[in-house]
């Protein structure tokens, strides 16, 4: 027969339970700040070419898996350091004073590079190659605008690349607001619609004023 624990001992092991549930949250922050450690710990890019290729390598990395909250939520980090890389250099050698003031707000926010997880539950058959056809589609579309050789000045280049990098922004940020199913994520991405939004129309119309003249 097993002896009954004393009140001592079973406050003991009541404590332990206890403090080891309080942990949990913390033990979660430790891990999230490894990982994002571990993703950040690469070397900046520190020209537009490097930039380029980073970007390309992190679209390569992320194939979409059909299920968009976690797709968009892995998406969202390697998404915004390429925008904080790009804007860097537009900062370091750009002139016009619309995109520099683009890029300010770019690396202002570099607090956003870090790991986002969602627990929603996927899709089902049908939605996922949805999903996947239009995230497919924006990746496609951005390896293309990314891969190509520079032209123009720096600004201009800024200028593309930038528009490329919001066009795909919009595309995963419109697939989470239409399918997805994480609350915070659906909330995150109209956040990111906003921003991207203007700021596309904004390489939109600085693109069509500088592009040479036909005449």
Not at 42 to 53: I, N, V
Not at 90 to 118: F, K, M, Q, W, Y
Request: proline share 5%; charged share 20%; hydrophobic share 45%.
């Amino acid at each position: 027969m097993i002896a009954p624990c004393s009140a001592r001992s079973f406050q003991s092991r009541l404590f332990a339970a206890l403090l080891a549930v309080a942990l949990l949250p913390f033990c979660a922050l430790a891990s999230a700040s490894l990982a994002h450690a571990a993703a950040t710990s690469a070397p900046a890019a520190t020209t537009f070419k490097e930039a380029r290729k980073a970007y390309v390598q992190r679209i390569d990395a992320h194939p979409p898996s059909g299920n968009i909250d976690k797709d968009f939520s892995g998406f969202l980090q390697p998404q915004h350091r390429s925008g904080v890389e790009l804007a860097r250099v537009e900062l370091a050698h750009g002139h016009n004073s619309v995109l520099r003031t683009i890029a300010e707000g770019i690396v202002a926010h570099a607090d956003r590079d870090r790991p986002v997880t969602t627990s929603a539950a996927p899709l089902d058959s049908a939605q996922r190659q949805a999903v996947n056809a239009r995230l497919a589609k924006a990746d496609s579309a951005a390896r293309a605008a990314f891969s190509q050789p520079p032209a123009g000045t720096l600004d201009a280049q800024f200028a593309r690349l930038m528009d490329a990098h919001h066009q795909r922004a919009i595309a995963y940020a419109e697939t989470e607001v239409h399918h997805g199913r994480d609350q915070s994520l659906i909330a995150l991405a109209n956040h990111i619609l906003d921003g991207q939004r203007h700021e596309h129309r904004q390489m939109q119309r600085i693109q069509q004023d500088t592009a040479p003249s036909q005449h």
